[in-house]
């Protein structure tokens, strides 16, 4: 399983993106799917998952209502559309991948991707 991350870019407050995960997996659909991100010194920690079929997802705190996550099973990619974005969400996000459970823990991935770099300034 590999997977792919991209979208991330420079930005300024208030603006919006789209991370995208490609996942070349057979078995797409059968993974649960999930993003995190990490600022340099800090651990990684979780933004949101969603499931197998796509018909559940989980959100942290700090993103809920902001971001949103999505996944095209006959795409093989996971996106996470990101709005209102400000410094504090400035980090590496990585997308992950598991055949366990859609959990929030980054123990329970398996399969991770290169992170995608945001930057947001004030």
């Known amino acids: 399983v590999q997977l792919q991350a991209s979208g991330g870019g420079s930005v300024q407050a208030g603006a919006s993106l789209r991370l995208s995960c490609f996942v070349s997996?057979?078995?797409?659909?059968?993974?649960?799917m999930a993003w995190f991100r990490q600022v340099h010194g800090k651990e990684r920690e979780f933004v949101a998952c969603i499931n197998w079929s796509g018909q559940s997802t989980n959100y942290a705190d700090f993103v809920k209502g902001r971001f949103t996550i999505s996944r095209l099973g006959g795409e093989n990619t996971m996106h996470m559309d990101m709005v209102s974005l400000n410094p504090d969400d400035t980090a590496i996000y990585y997308c992950a991948a598991t055949s366990w459970f859609a959990a929030e823990p980054p123990s329970e991935y398996q399969y991770w991707g290169v992170g995608t770099l945001v930057t947001v300034s004030s």
């Open positions: 997996a057979y078995y797409y659909g059968s993974l649960h």
